[in-house]
């Protein structure tokens, strides 16, 4: 069973940073893409970023040009490093993954922006 492990959430003030890691349990290059999700009480789970095999990005609009997306295949990982924190950032950020024909979910890791 494939396991994704998010890490480095906590609080943090407006206008800070943080990065956020996830681990896999198997090599990334293995999946076809990997990407972060968040998820705010009340709202929708929203795509903040991925990262294709290829090493193509791709960012949510509220948050191009803040947060950065990458990966380090010797430690099976790949990052956000969130810049310019707003509260409206503040939310459980989740990692996924995606093979042929399966997907996996982290546990999720809170995110909160406040001052």
């Known amino acids: 069973q494939v396991q994704l492990v998010e890490s480095g959430g906590g609080l943090v003030q407006p206008g800070g940073s943080l990065r956020l890691s996830c681990a896999a349990s198997?090599?990334?290059?293995?999946?076809?893409?990997m990407a972060w999700y968040r998820q705010a009480p009340g709202k929708q789970r929203e795509l903040v970023a991925n990262?294709?095999?290829?090493?193509?990005?791709n960012y949510g609009d509220s948050v191009k040009g803040r947060f950065t997306i990458s990966r380090d295949s010797a430690k099976n990982t790949v990052y956000l490093q969130m810049n310019s924190l707003k509260s409206e950032d503040t939310a459980v950020y989740l990692c996924?993954?995606?093979?042929?024909?399966?997907?996996?979910w982290g546990q999720g890791t809170q995110v909160t922006v406040s001052s």
């Open positions: 198997k090599s990334i290059f293995s999946f076809l893409f």
């Open positions: 996924y993954a995606g093979e042929l024909a399966t997907t996996y």
């Open positions: 990262i294709i095999s290829d090493g193509s990005t």
